[in-house]
């Protein structure tokens, strides 16, 4: 296929900046040209890797293989009803401008979660979430091509297993499929979800009401000074994900660390905030050559120019550690380490 590239750089297609290159390199713009290059010999024999906006993965290597960036576009409204717009988006969309788009027509659910890096096809892959607000609550089906055999197929929003930044894509499916597009069903109604107390505060200063377009402005300053703009300074978001603990664990911890910040999640369970613990090991600021824990939010490791991919994750073991020895607590990468 003509349009394969060889020995391509990824620098411009990660958002830590990383300078690594693919053996293989070729994009699709829909569903058809996608499976013609399933079809390709290439595809058949080396590893493949599907990617989307590249703000969740660390490149720790060159990529032996093939690396397919999916550019499906398309905006278009699928049904319509009293309450509610189901919309169907081309998985190679950028999340933030469906977000933009979604309050122009004054539609409400995803307004919480502006600004988040990356490209639609993402958004179920690993259930985005922030400002009190995750995916999985708009999602309704999702299409995808399987990789060995070319056939499409599409799955409803309980099929995905949607978890904490977890979803099938992660699990059963990883590595065997493509998302190719999502349908989302947004409320004609403001939801005007504002149980996050940073939005509350943010409107005040904003002084204005809450709408989905205000909300969605608070959320954009609420991140914008707290995370890095990846233009600006690499990063790929919270590296971590916030740890799940016993509950009663974290009373013990409580103990000896009264400001630890946890959330009760289930009768047993707590989610504590790895930025806090990360944070108060002292690390926040920490910088080692060109990698380093972000100054106003230590759940990011930053690149601040030149850093490989195994500097970061270098960075990342010896956070882990210092994690560890302190409260006893595991933290997992939240980013695709490759
Ligand atoms: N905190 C510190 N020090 C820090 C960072 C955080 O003490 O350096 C404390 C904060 O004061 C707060 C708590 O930790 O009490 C939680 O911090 P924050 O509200 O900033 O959120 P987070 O837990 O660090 C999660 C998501 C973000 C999402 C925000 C807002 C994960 C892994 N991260 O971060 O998502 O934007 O909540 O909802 O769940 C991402 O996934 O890439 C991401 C940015």
Same mark, same amino acid.
């Given at each position: ?17 990383? &300078? =690594?290159? =693919?053996?293989?390199?070729? %994009?699709? %713009?829909?569903?058809?040209?996608? /499976? ?13 890797? +599907?990617?989307? *906006? ?19 576009? *398309? ?6 009803? $009293?309450?509610? !717009? %189901? ?9 933030? &401008? ?23 096809? #993402?958004?179920?892959?690993?259930? +985005?979430? #922030? ?6 609550? !708009? /999602?309704?089906?999702?299409?995808? /091509? $399987? /990789? ?6 599409? +799955? ?51 002084? @204005? ?16 000074? @707290? ?6 300074? *690499? ?20 103990? $000896? ?49 030149? #850093? %490989?991919?195994? &500097? ?6 010896? !956070?882990?550690?210092?994690?560890? &020895? ?13």
């Amino acid at each position: 296929m003509s349009n394969i590239q060889e020995d391509y750089c990824l620098k411009n297609h990660n958002t830590f900046g990383i &300078d =690594a290159s =693919a053996k293989y390199f070729a %994009s699709f %713009s829909s569903e058809s040209e996608l /499976i013609a290059l399933l079809r390709n010999k290439i595809c058949k024999t080396e590893p493949l890797f +599907i990617l989307g *906006g590249g703000s969740n993965i660390l490149l720790t290597q060159d990529f032996e293989g093939i690396v397919l960036a999916n550019d499906i576009k *398309g905006i278009d409204i699928a049904y319509e009803d $009293e309450q509610s !717009v %189901s919309i169907t988006v081309g998985a190679g969309e950028v999340w933030h &401008d469906f977000v933009l788009w979604s309050i122009n027509q004054n539609l409400s659910g995803i307004e919480n979660l502006a600004l988040i890096p990356g490209l639609i096809g #993402a958004s179920p892959m690993q259930n +985005i979430g #922030a400002y009190g607000t995750e995916v999985k609550d !708009v /999602i309704t089906k999702v299409s995808y /091509i $399987e /990789i060995e055999t070319g056939t499409k197929k599409e +799955i409803t929003n309980k099929e995905c297993k949607f978890g904490y930044r977890n979803s099938i894509f992660k699990e059963e499916l990883k590595g065997k499929v493509v998302i190719t597009q999502v349908v989302y069903q947004l409320s004609k109604t403001p939801l005007n979800n504002i149980k996050y107390g940073a939005i509350t505060e943010e409107l005040k200063l904003l002084k @204005k009401e809450a709408s989905p377009s205000s909300i969605a402005q608070a959320v954009i300053n609420i991140r914008s000074s @707290k995370l890095p703009d990846p233009k600006v300074l *690499g990063n790929s978001g919270s590296f971590f994900k916030n740890p799940i603990i016993e509950t009663s664990e974290f009373e013990k911890l409580k103990k $000896e660390f009264p400001e630890m910040v946890g959330y009760t999640i289930s009768e047993s369970k707590t989610k504590i905030a790895a930025g806090w613990l990360i944070d108060n090991a002292g690390l926040k600021g920490y910088r080692k050559a060109d990698a380093g824990v972000h100054k106003n939010q230590a759940l990011v490791l930053v690149n601040y120019g030149n #850093a %490989s991919g195994t &500097d970061i994750i270098n960075l990342a073991k010896e !956070v882990q550690q210092r994690v560890k &020895d302190k409260y006893g607590i595991n933290l997992d990468p939240e980013v695709n380490i490759l």
